[in-house]
Structures are given as structure tokens and as C-alpha cells.
């Protein structure tokens, strides 16, 4: 067929340009709606208006008692030190003691000044003075908020930290917070972790208990790596790597796969498969701190394979005296947060807990006060242990100040 | 049989039988004919013995058995742990099922022949293609090893997008067969089905096959938007555009192609993905993604056909069309920015030259304004065309046959044996050594290796952990910059080995030299294996215990071979 022939067979030209206008259009249309980047990356699941707050089980005077605890919390009461405090102090003072907190001694910051510190940046830029806004905790990102992250002391120390840390200190979505930009919601915050949140990223501990905490539902959802995230998933991640890697010795991904099962009693979030793997693997870790556990109650860097050679704390990295409050604080923190109906087969014996609570009594009781000051984050972990184990957040103890 | 004899022998004057052929004249070849064939069985030859690359090969022959024994998509990739999660749009799932039962059937070999049919199909469509252009067999041959030279980096690997540049070629052939036929010619017959028919179908192949299936959505538009810039240049009127035929044409026959490439398993979606696969950030760091470099792979090449082009067009006679213009700016720009575009620029910039090349053909050796008159057997009233025989025909039989007979192919059909596998396999990336040693000692969790070995560890060591693989685009990007962070020895390459649980390295001395010095400084670590191109270490303990913060440093606080820093950070992350 010649293009003589086939010029006397077309259609049209209003039906031909109709019909292009039509069709290329639709495909344009379709196209460029599609393949035109999306606003929202990541689609955030539907999260709960107030965390949820996993509390303590236990009440085991034996670990600690009354006036023990008393004596303990009182010296680590939070404090602020003007332009030199340290926002990873308060990250940890806030978890602590949570944002109820109040003391009769006024020079004891509120659970609520430590909040506010955090989340309101003209409290932070009156704390940290005129630089305070070149270099603000909160940095507004697009539709959510970021946490400045280990650049200084006027940063958070970790990935998620204080995210995780106000959350547990039961702030709900809505409470407002300030940045240089202006008023936004705690929502804004969390919606972030989700949106910069990488499976892969160095630390996921705190990540873990954000999700856990808001997430409505235990619904997937897909990071901006386009990767499926669920918490069967996170749980593995978590127990990926080696003992003792992680942030201190490991601990906060213990405590983190604690978080997850006390979460999956309220809605379950895990397979069976993978809540039997975390039990099976917190068998083991207890197996391992038994083993390793010192004579006197503590553990350090080693706790996975090898007990303390000493008592007396020495001076090489992870067996100072503050490698051995990190590595027993920690461990009694995620052993007071187990189910109870998984106690009898995680827990370790009475005795072993016994120890380790009496060892920090002690070892505080012996502290200086400046030394708690320098080693409050630490302390922090381990002043807590003992509230949950008493079965109350510190905030909840009777402190009989002097005001 | 090229002759035969009638039922009733007819006789020559002197009575003696007269033996007429009862082929038709034009089954004669020439002495042309016969060089043709002798290229294209060199070619057979050379397709059929070079060695099967492991670029991704492998990966999708896993694949295409994973489909094949699921009897479903994947929809994460079943081989790769850490790509868990990562959504999988399998674009070219028919591909892999051919592969995967090509290799279940006839093993690697098997692969290598369909590797081998599918290279020779695409020249032989595209030699025909050129032949429908200029008419003259030497020109077609000069197209085709034109686009041979300029595709070489791509040609020489089996992958699914070998079905894509045969699909290319084919659509070419169709389209080319309507775009040049003559009233009466051969190639005018039953165009008018094969074009409307051959085209919906090809393309929906073609998205099923592979994702370069946009090569042929372009291709048609093109010629759509060049037919309609001519026609506007040529009538000087806008409104003529919309009353020519050819215009017309493709552009339904566009829509009609891109109508049949969502006949799919992800309809419109695979379209989107496709269109937006470029975007993948992992990408930017794959050789193949990165710009063209003129004294790199393909380079030179790629210089050498714009030179002979703008020569062309210099001496060339015949219009330059928009068609044309707008073909090899568009796949001549994606060469410059894609090196692996190098393998779609070739035919199509061969194509678009054609006409100029046949036309500067014509005039070195202009053909005979006359028909030759055929020579007709005596007695009868059969004639050949002149230089002629069956004999020749029966030449470029044997030829075939012993180019089939003597590749590896050949031997696989005629006598089920296949090559060993040092010349089967690609040494470099398939190292047969070093799996022959971990079949032996088979990996214990995570390992790290490269990603060029990634797929072939998979095929050969069961149930290994690959850290990456051929399907970067479904690496999570924080374990793809892990990965190169690792394997180039950069700081802090040894916390993302604790980071990752690695147990075992697997290390090409030739392509990550600073980690294997350096992994001969660093401790805790076995060397379990070691021949001229790989070495393996084995975790012996476990990872430093004084990073209680677990957070790596800074990047300047550690260097390779380094073999441990001192924590910067208190336990705590700030000093208490």
C-alpha cells in the first residue's frame, strides 16, 4: 500500500486532533500525576493521640526498700546548670522522672521545665542565651520537626532520644511546641521519626519505642527507602547485631524488645514466631548476665561473656565505675519491665536481682555529689530500676523533701 | 534441496533429461550472499562461544526458577535478607522465567545459546531492516557492524534486555517495512496486518520481558513528532499536520503500543515504575548509570559514529528528516548520560543513518538502471539472475551448518555436551574457586562481598546471605551506602561490619584492593581462603567491646586497617 493511497483513508482532521487531544492528554495527565514526586514520602501510619506508657509490674521490696529508694531518688533529683546543661541530661531526667514530677526544693527543675526545655525553643533560647537560635534542638523540616543530634551539648546524644524520652514521659501528640519557625504540635516530631527513620541506621532503639508507643495499629508501613517496616521486622533488626554493641553495652536494645512485648500484650504488634524469637534470645541474655554477674551484684562492658575480674572498679574503658552503673542500671531496667506472665521464664533467680538492686544502692549512697552530677545520665537508668521494681515511676515515690 | 527434478523430466534438443530447478529463481545466491552468511556465522560463532558474564544474569535465572516453582511474582526478592520489605516490580518476570527454564532444561549452556539465538536474531532482523533501506547487501552488512562496534560494551552479556534490543530490532524491520515500502515490492505486501497486529503484539511482549520496552514507545512517538514537524516544515501549516497519513498513523500506532505494554501483571504501575526506575539514588554509583566518558567504556565508539554521521549527512544526498534529528538527539543525550543507553543508541542511530549511507553507497557504486535479464537453463524456460546459482546456495547451507555444528551450542544440540566451565563461565565475574570453597564450607550468617559476585554466590553457595546483589535497585539506599563505605575501606568500615552482623568477607582482590590491605591488618578476623583473585576471612571474635555508646565515630577518627579506635564518647554519648 503506497502513502498515496493511505493519505485518501485518513480520518478526519478534527476527529484525528480530537482524538489526540484526548488520548495524550489522558496519558500526560496520568503520567505526570503519578511520576511527579509526592509531596508526603512517607505514608505515616495512623497514630495514637497519647502513648502508650508501659508501667511497672513488680513490687519487690527485697531489691530495694522504702527508704532506700528515698534516699537514692532524692539524690538524683534533675538539675539545670544554665548555658552548660546538657540536653542529653535532660533527655534522660525527663524519662526519669517523667513530666509529672514535681519537688518541694525549687532547685530541682519540674518534670514540666524539663519538657519545656526540650520542646519550647524561647525556654531553650533563655536557657542557652543569644546563640541558642543559630543552633536550636528543634530545627523545622519541611511539614515535621527534627532533633538536632550529636553536635554539641546542646543536642540530643542519640538518634530518637529525646523523642522517645518526652513520649515516655507521657506527652501526647498535641502538646504544643515552639521552634524558630513557630508553633507546631509534638506530632510534628514524631511524624519525622517515621519520615527519616532507615532500618539500617546506626541507632533504632529509640525509633523502635516512638512506633511502638503512637502507632494506633500494628499496621506496615513503608520508610523513605521504600522499604515495608513492621514490628516483627524491627525486632529483628534489634537483635541482629552482637552483645555488647549498641548504646550502652547493648542495653537499650534490650530494653527496647522489653518495650515491644509489654506493647504487644496491650494490641498484639509481633507474630508468634518472632515474640517467641524475642523470648528465646532474652533467655539467653539473662543466661549470659547470670553467668557473668560479679559477686557483689554488678556487671560491666563484659556482661555477655565474662564476669568483672575485680571489685574494685579499674581504670580501663568499660570497667570503670561508670561502665558498671551503665551495664547493672540497664540490665535491671529491662528485667523490671518484663510481662509478668513471662517473668517465670526470663527473670533470673531472686537473688541475682537482689544483688544487683543492693549494688546500686550502695554504690549511690557512696557517691559524691559532683560525681552524680557527671555521671547523672547513667544514674538516671539506674535510680529508675529501682523505682519500677518498687513498682512506681520515680515521679510517684514519696521523697519526704525538705523544700 | 536447492533443485530437484519435474515428475516428467523435460529433454533437451539433443534428448538428454534437463534437470530444472523447482525452487524459486530468487533461492539463487550469489557470491555476496555467501560473504553475508559467512559474516553472520562468525558472528553465531562469536556470540556462541564468548563466556556468560555474571552481571545479572544470575540473579534473574534465580528468579525466573523462584517464579517458575511458586507459580507467582515475587514480591520482595526472595534471595536478598536485607532487601526485605523492598517493594519488587518485577519488569522483566517473563525474561526470568525463560531463563529459569532454559538453565533447569539445558543448564548454563542452554542460557549460552539463547544468548547466542537471541544476538543473531536481533542482527539478522536488523540486517533486513538496512537492506529495506538501501536495498544493498553491503551497506546492511557495514549497519550491521556498525551497531555491533557501537553496542559492543552492551552486545557481549546475556541479560533480559537481550530480548529487548530483538524486540527493537523487530520493530524496526515493521516499521521499516512500512515506512520504505514500494508499490508491488515484496515488503508491501500484508503490511497493513503486520503493522497494526505485529506492533500491539511485540510491544506487549516486550513490557513483559523487560522494562526498555519505553525504547519502543519512544522509537514510535518519534516518528510521530517527526512526521508531523516535516509535514508542518513541508505544507507550511499547522492544520496539514492533523491530514497527514503518516502522522496520523503513528501516532495511533503509538497509543496503540502503549495500550499493549499495560497488558502486564502491574498494569499502568510497571509504566510508572519504569519511568521513574532512573531515579533510584542507589543508581548514581552503578558504572553502567554514570555519564558517558569518551576515552572510557563505549566512548570512543560513540565518537567515532557522530564523526561518520555528521560526514554522512556532509555527502549525503538524501533529507535530513525531523524523525531522524529528533531519534539521535534524544538517544544520543541518554548515551551521554547513561552509559548503559549506549546499547539502544547504536541501532537506532544506524537506523537513522541508513538512508544517508545507502545514499553515499549509491553513488560510489550505482546500480544498474536496468534490470540484468536472468540467464535461463538451457531446455527450459527457468532463469537465474545473473552471478546466480543453487550452488552457492548449497555453500551458505554447509556454512551454517558447520557454524552451528562446531560452537558449543552445536555441540549441547547434536551431542548434549557442554564446555567446561572455565570456558563457560566468565572468569572474572564468576569465580569458580572461590565457590568451589564455600560449597565446601558453606557461610554461617551475614557475609559481606562484592556486588559483582552477589548473584553467582547466591547460585552456587545455598542459603548464603549476600550483603548486596545484582538488584541494587532494591537496596535499601543506607545498606547500599554501607556497602561502598565497606568496600572501599572508608572510615568506619569496620563498626558497619559489627553494625550488619558480617561473619564472613568475601573480597576481589581487583576491585576493592584498600579493604583487602587492610583486612591484612585488622584482627579478629581469620583468613579462611585466599587464590589470585579472592580472599575470605572468617569472624573469630566478636567486635570491639569499647563503643558502649555504639554510635560510629566520626569518619576521621578511624582509617583503614585501622584496627580499632579509641571511643571518643563517654558511655553515655556527651561526657557526664
Known amino acids: ?403 | 534441496m536447492s533443485a530437484s527434478l519435474d515428475n516428467e523430466p523435460k529433454s533437451a534438443p539433443d534428448g538428454s533429461p534437463v534437470i530444472t530447478p523447482k525452487l524459486p529463481p530468487h533461492y539463487a545466491l550469489g557470491l555476496s550472499h555467501l560473504g553475508v552468511t559467512a559474516v553472520f556465522v562468525v558472528l553465531f560463532m562469536l556470540y556462541s562461544f564468548l563466556p556468560l558474564r555474571a552481571t545479572d544474569l544470575w540473579g534473574h535465572t534465580l528468579w525466573g526458577r523462584w517464579i517458575l516453582e511458586h507459580h507467582q511474582l515475587p514480591v520482595e526478592d526472595p534471595y536478598f535478607p536485607l532487601a526485605e520489605g523492598m517493594q519488587v516490580i518485577d519488569s522483566a518476570w517473563l525474561a526470568q522465567v525463560i531463563f529459569g527454564a532454559v538453565e533447569q532444561n539445558f543448564g548454563p549452556e542452554g542460557l549460552s545459546l539463547l544468548f547466542a539465538g537471541l544476538s543473531i536474531s536481533a542482527m539478522i532482523a536488523l540486517a533486513r531492516t538496512f537492506y529495506l533501506i538501501s536495498r544493498r547487501l553491503l551497506p546492511m552488512v557495514v549497519g550491521v557492524l556498525l551497531v555491533l562496534v557501537v553496542s559492543w560494551s552492551r552486545a557481549a552479556t546475556m541479560r533480559p534486555e537481550c530480548f529487548g534490543v530483538t524486540l527493537l530490532a523487530l520493530l524496526l524491520w515493521l516499521v521499516t517495512a512500512d515506512l520504505w515500502a514500494k508499490p508491488g515490492d515484496d515488503a508491501s505486501r500484508g503490511l497493513h496486518w503486520r503493522l497494526w497486529i505485529g506492533v500491539p503484539l511485540l510491544m506487549c511482549l516486550w513490557a513483559n520481558l523487560h522494562g526498555s520496552y519505553l525504547i519502543g514507545l519512544i522509537f514510535l512517538s518519534c516518528i510521530a513528532i517527526g512526521s508531523a514537524i516535516d509535514t508542518a516544515m513541508r505544507e507550511r501549516s499547522l492544520a496539514a499536520i492533523f491530514r497527514d497519513a503518516k502522522v496520523q498513523r503513528y501516532a495511533f500506532l503509538a497509543e496503540l503500543a502503549l495500550a499493549a505494554t499495560l497488558i502486564n501483571p502491574y498494569g499502568f504501575q510497571l509504566l510508572i515504575y519504569n519511568l521513574t526506575f532512573a531515579r533510584n539514588p542507589n543508581l548514581t554509583q552503578v558504572l553502567e548509570w554514570q555519564p558517558l566518558v569518551i576515552l572510557g567504556i563505549g566512548g570512543r565508539e560513540f565518537a567515532v559514529s557522530i564523526v561518520l554521521l555528521l560526514g554522512l549527512w556532509r555527502w549525503s544526498r538524501a533529507p535530513v528528516t525531523a524523525t531522524q534529528v529528533l531519534l539521535l538527539a534524544l538517544f544520543g543525550f541518554a548515551a551521554i548520560q547513561s552509559l548503559r543507553m549506549l546499547g539502544w543508541y547504536a541501532p537506532i542511530f544506524a537506523w537513522t543513518i541508513m538512508p544517508h549511507l545507502s545514499d553515499v553507497w549509491s553513488r560510489v557504486r550505482p546500480l544498474p538502471e536496468v534490470e540484468p535479464e536472468g540467464i535461463a537453463i538451457e531446455g527450459s524456460d527457468y532463469k537465474l539472475p545473473p552471478g546466480r546459482s543453487f550452488h552457492y546456495t548449497l555453500v551458505c547451507g554447509l556454512l551454517i551448518w558447520i557454524g552451528v555444528a562446531f560452537s558449543p551450542a552445536g555441540s549441547l544440540l547434536l551431542s548434549g555436551k557442554r564446555r567446561p566451565d572455565a570456558q563457560l563461565f566468565d572468569k572474572i565475574s564468576s569465580p569458580l574457586e572461590l565457590v568451589a570453597h564455600l560449597e565446601e564450607k558453606p557461610p554461617q550468617g551475614q557475609i559481606f562481598n562484592p556486588q559483582h559476585w552477589g548473584d553467582w554466590l547466591v547460585l552456587k553457595v545455598p542459603g548464603v546471605r549476600p550483603f548486596v546483589t545484582s538488584n541494587i535497585h532494591l537496596t535499601p539506599p543506607k545498606v547500599w551506602e554501607d556497602y561502598l563505605r565497606i568496600s572501599r575501606g572508608e572510615p568506619g568500615w569496620q563498626r558497619v561490619l559489627d553494625r550488619y552482623n558480617v561473619r564472613m568477607l568475601v573480597l576481589d582482590k581487583l576491585t576493592q584492593p584498600v579493604l583487602t590491605t587492610a583486612m591484612k591488618q585488622t584482627t579478629g578476623w581469620a583468613l579462611a581462603y585466599e587464590d589470585d583473585q579472592a580472599v575470605i576471612y572468617r569472624r573469630i571474635v566478636q567486635s570491639p567491646k569499647t563503643d558502649a555508646e555504639g554510635a560510629e565515630p566520626p569518619a576521621a577518627e578511624q582509617a583503614p586497617g585501622g584496627e580499632k579506635e579509641p571511643a571518643k564518647e563517654s558511655p553515655a554519648g556527651n561526657p557526664s
Open chain 1, 1 to 403: 500500500m503506497n502513502e498515496a493511497k493511505r493519505q485518501a483513508r485518513t480520518i478526519p482532521t478534527l476527529v484525528f486532533a480530537l482524538s489526540q487531544l484526548i488520548i495524550v492528554g489522558a496519558a500526560v495527565a496520568a503520567v505526570g500525576l503519578s511520576v511527579a514526586p509526592r509531596r508526603e514520602k512517607v505514608e505515616i501510619p495512623k497514630l495514637r493521640e497519647t502513648p502508650r506508657i508501659v508501667r511497672p509490674v513488680f513490687d519487690r521490696p527485697e531489691v530495694v526498700q522504702d527508704d532506700q529508694l528515698k534516699r537514692v531518688l532524692l539524690k538524683l533529683r534533675p538539675r539545670f546548670d544554665g548555658a552548660k546543661t546538657k540536653i542529653n541530661h535532660v533527655d534522660h531526667a525527663i524519662r526519669f522522672w517523667s513530666s509529672e514530677a514535681l519537688f518541694a526544693d525549687k532547685n530541682f527543675p519540674s518534670g514540666e521545665q524539663l519538657r519545656q526545655l526540650l520542646l519550647d525553643q524561647r525556654v531553650f533560647a533563655k536557657m542557652y542565651g543569644k546563640d541558642a537560635d543559630k543552633k536550636p534542638l528543634l530545627i523545622p523540616a519541611g511539614r515535621g520537626v527534627k532533633v538536632r543530634v550529636n553536635e554539641g551539648d546542646w543536642s540530643s546524644s542519640h538518634v530518637d532520644h529525646t523523642c522517645a524520652s518526652v513520649a515516655e514521659a507521657n506527652t501526647p501528640l498535641n502538646y504544643p511546641v515552639y521552634t524558630v519557625g513557630g508553633k507546631t504540635e509534638f506530632r510534628s516530631l514524631v511524624e519525622q521519626v517515621f519520615r527519616d527513620f532507615s532500618l539500617n541506621q546506626v541507632e533504632y532503639e529509640w525509633s523502635t519505642m516512638v512506633f511502638a508507643m503512637y502507632q494506633e495499629e500494628p499496621t506496615a508501613w513503608r520508610t523513605s527507602e521504600g522499604q515495608e517496616i513492621n514490628f516483627d521486622r524491627l525486632a529483628e533488626r534489634i537483635m541482629r547485631q552482637d552483645q555488647p554493641q549498641g548504646v550502652c553495652f547493648g542495653n537499650h536494645r534490650l530494653y527496647s524488645l522489653v518495650v515491644l512485648l509489654r506493647v504487644h500484650e496491650m494490641t498484639p504488634i509481633l507474630s508468634d514466631e518472632t515474640h517467641q524469637r524475642i523470648v528465646t534470645y532474652l533467655q539467653d541474655m539473662t543466661r549470659r548476665l547470670v553467668a557473668s554477674q560479679h559477686e557483689d551484684g554488678f556487671w560491666n562492658v563484659d556482661w555477655p561473656t565474662a564476669k568483672p575480674i575485680s571489685a574494685k572498679p579499674q581504670d580501663v574503658e568499660g570497667d570503670r565505675l561508670s561502665d558498671r552503673i551503665i551495664a547493672t542500671g540497664h540490665a535491671l531496667e529491662w528485667w523490671a519491665m518484663i510481662p509478668e506472665k513471662l517473668a517465670p521464664a526470663i527473670l533470673p533467680e531472686r537473688e541475682v536481682i537482689v544483688r544487683a538492686g543492693q549494688w546500686v544502692v550502695k554504690t549511690v549512697d557512696a557517691m559524691e555529689d559532683r560525681d552524680i552530677v557527671r555521671h547523672f545520665t547513667f544514674l538516671s537508668h539506674a535510680g529508675r530500676s529501682l523505682a519500677l521494681w518498687r513498682g512506681k515511676l520515680a515521679y510517684e515515690v514519696a521523697l519526704d523533701e525538705k523544700p
